[in-house]
């Protein structure tokens, strides 16, 4: 698996699920705009590329390579919206349904 160094470039991973599922209530209850819709928490490139367990290539830094994102989810939560799976308990998932390999 390839990261860009250094590795350390948060991000907010969310389950398309929970962003549509806040798409509605946007649309239901909310008026203007700026409603940020994402997970509560954000991990480096290089956290999540050790969640597959796999190993890890380091590519060289790129520029203008963002260090790091952020989201003000404050209006979408006070609409009631919050993010309900997160994504270190995705790749478990999807990594206890795929990996190992079964031999047929």
């Not at 798409?23 to 409603?35: A, I, N, P, T, Y």
């Not at 490139?45 to 404050?74: C, D, Y």
Request: glycine share 8%.
């Amino acid at each position: 698996m390839t990261v860009v160094a250094p590795g350390t470039q948060k991000r907010i991973f969310t389950y398309i699920d929970d962003i549509v599922d806040g798409l509605l209530v946007v649309g239901e209850k909310g008026v203007g705009d700026e409603f940020g819709l994402g997970a509560e928490k954000s991990h480096s490139i290089l956290e999540i590329a050790k969640l597959f367990n796999f190993e890890i290539e380091m590519l060289p830094e790129r520029k203008g390579n963002r260090k790091e994102s952020k989201l003000n989810a404050a209006k979408s939560n006070k609409l009631g919206w919050r993010a309900k799976r997160n994504i270190e308990d995705y790749i478990k998932e999807i990594t206890k349904k795929t990996y190992p390999p079964t031999l047929s």
